[in-house]
């Protein structure tokens, strides 16, 4: 079956520390978005990429960073420069030029220890 | 730029009929989305409407748009228990390259 995976469910980083939260999919999509969200809130976004090889900030970039160099992978780096990473991150994809809107993964929480 | 509103929370008795609403200003906006995300987990389409249409209907649930007052509705018929849950309204237009705008969620508490 079709899908989108993210690694780890749960991830503990400590201050000062980069991490990499994995974003896989099968589903032959074009576009991938990455999303934070924080308790009780909605959906942020971070970063999206619709081709290879290119990505465009979103609302709220700073402290992160993403690569693009495989249609089926969008890994997000949060780095040391995020004051604030405690969050629930989300990863999701779409087909260009469809309106089924987006499938989304089961999400990564991220706790700074 | 486009905005999306919705109510925080919703409080229903198991068996009645919740309706959670969201409203939209983009008056170009060509499809709206209601999704689902249960405690933990990621976002999952419940259903999604054309503009053009008024109400789209999918077994108990019920989607109706007001194009002219630009506000979106979600009927849930017989609410369960298992509904509670956060449900994101969303949308997009023409010129949007694909990207939904979403509101921020209302959480939606079945009480038995």
Known sequence: DGGITQSPKYLFRKEGQNVTLSCEQNLNHDAMYWYRQDPGQGLRLIYYSQI???FQKGDIAEGYSVSREKKESFPLTVTSAQKNPTAFYLCASSILGRSDGYTFGSGTRLTVV | GEDVEQSL???????DSSVINCTYTDSSSTYLYWYKQEPGAGLQLLTYIFSNMDMKQDQRLTVLLNKKDKHLSLR???TQTGDSAIYFCAETH?????MLTFGGGTRLMVKP
């Open chain 1, 52 to 54: 290879v090889n290119d």
């Open chain 2, 94 to 98: 023409n010129n949007a390259g694909n």
């Open chain 2, 76 to 78: 849930i018929a017989d």
């Open chain 2, 9 to 15: 929370f919703l409080s229903v008795r198991e068996g």
